[in-house]
């Protein structure tokens, strides 16, 4: 644990307290309207895109239960109802794992890679509008920096 320093305890400065409550309510609104978008425009959820996306990233465009749950942040038990939904339209196989027949790999068909090609466009007008397009101005390189620093723990000097 790092030590406390005269430093870590001084309170926020109304710009601090503002980036921080700003930040707070991007973490908690982004997604939903990801999310939003995605079922308007191309009727499917955020999570089932981002499965379909990290299965066609995949070698083999397959992925133990386990790590797809890890990349997609879901709970197991999550991933396996999201899974089944899938599974059950057609875009993704379940199979036991080739090298432990307890575990079950997702499995990308055909069907789920025309899916997510289908849904592709509307993620990227999505993201463009609801991301990118606030950032034109901004030190990206910098913002893209402190958010990598954040997601590795929050501590500095780490990336």
């Not at 196989?93 to 575990?103: I, N």
Request: hydrophobic content about 40%.
């Amino acid at each position: 644990m790092p030590p406390v320093t005269e430093q870590s305890d001084k309170p926020l400065d109304a710009t601090e307290d503002r980036l921080v409550r700003t930040l707070g309510r991007v973490m908690i609104l982004l997604p939903k309207l990801l999310d939003q978008d995605l079922r308007e425009r191309a009727n499917i959820s955020l999570t089932e895109y981002t499965i379909l996306m990290h299965l066609s990233e995949a070698p083999h465009q397959a992925l133990r239960m386990s790590d797809l749950a890890a990349r997609s942040d879901l709970s197991l038990s999550g991933m396996t109802r999201a899974v089944a939904r899938l599974e059950s339209d057609g875009f993704v196989l379940r199979v036991k794992c080739p090298d432990d027949g307890r575990g079950a790999n997702a499995v990308l068909t055909p069907a789920g890679l025309r899916r997510l090609e289908d849904a592709y466009p509307t993620h990227l007008w999505s993201t463009r509008r609801r991301i990118i397009d606030h950032f034109a101005h901004a030190d990206v390189p910098a913002i893209i920096e402190a958010l990598d620093k954040i997601s590795c723990g929050g501590e500095t000097g780490t990336l």
